[in-house]
T-cell receptor, first 115, second 112 residues
Framework: DAGVIQSPRHEVTEMGQEVTLRCKPI?????LFWYRQTMMRGLELLIY????????DSGMPEDRFSAKMPNASFSTLKIQPSEPRDSAVYFC?????????????FGPGTRLTVL | SQKIEQNSEALNIQEGKTATLTCNYT??????LQWYRQDPGRGPVFLLL?????KEKRKERLKVTFDTTLKQSLFHITASQPADSATYLC???????????FGKGTTLSVSS
């Protein structure tokens, strides 16, 4: 299996622009998580899905952030409009039945820089 | 709210020694705790899970303990090697059982 796939790996954009991050979970995994990692705050959960349905989005910082999972093999995290403080590494992770009780498989991350 | 702290940002040891990393938590009792390894530019990789009713868990050169009285987990790497150099993250499930709360990690450097 290829593991969790994320694209792009790096994104540089200007403040105010829309940014879309993409994730393909491991086939057969029914939980998908979006995280953000910064030096200051560490790794924070933004939102997670079970069977394509958002379960907990309490970690989404603001209305500028939105996430979708239109099918079992694809998810997007969108920031509109982007701000410099959104600069971070964004990770997608997936796991099987048992959700947070099972080991999570992380993608390589997308490094976002907002100028 | 639940808080998780890893005792130091960086730990430097010599090859062959045992590395011990600490994870402390407050405000509740998690059902289990996980440890992950993260290399620069990569996502975290799962290492071990230990449940509240398990005092100790081993996997090759790794050992994890879980003391629910002290609210602490210790992560040991015996006979450490330069290849063990990485950042190690501990993670607890939150009280609602809906999310993992990660510590900020301890960066281990093993010198030869």
């Amino acid at each position: 299996d290829a593991g969790v796939i994320q694209s792009p790996r790096h994104e540089v954009t200007e403040m105010g622009q829309e940014v879309t991050l993409r994730c393909k979970p491991i086939s057969g995994h029914d939980y998908l998580f979006w995280y953000r990692q910064t030096m200051m705050r560490g790794l924070e959960l933004l939102i997670y899905f079970n069977n394509n349905v958002p379960i907990d989005d309490s970690g989404m910082p603001e209305d500028r952030f939105s996430a979708k999972m239109p099918n079992a093999s694809f998810s997007t995290l969108k920031i509109q409009p982007s701000e410099p403080r959104d600069s971070a590494v964004y990770f997608c992770a997936s796991t099987t039945e048992g959700g947070t009780y099972n080991e999570q498989f992380f993608g390589p991350g997308t490094r976002l820089t907002v100028l | 709210s639940q808080k998780i702290e890893q005792n130091s940002e960086a730990l430097n040891i010599q090859e062959g020694k045992t590395a011990t990393l600490t994870c402390n938590y407050t405000n509740y009792s998690p059902a289990y705790l996980q440890w992950y390894r993260q290399d620069p530019g990569r996502g975290p990789v799962f290492l071990l899970l230990i449940r509240e009713n398990e005092k100790e868990k081993r996997k090759e050169r790794l050992k994890v303990t879980f003391d629910t009285t002290l609210k602490q987990s210790l992560f040991h790497i015996t006979a450490s090697q330069p290849a063990d150099s990485a950042t190690y993250l501990c993670a607890l499930v939150n009280q609602a059982g809906t999310a993992l709360i990660f510590g900020k990690g301890t960066t281990l450097s093993v010198s030869s």
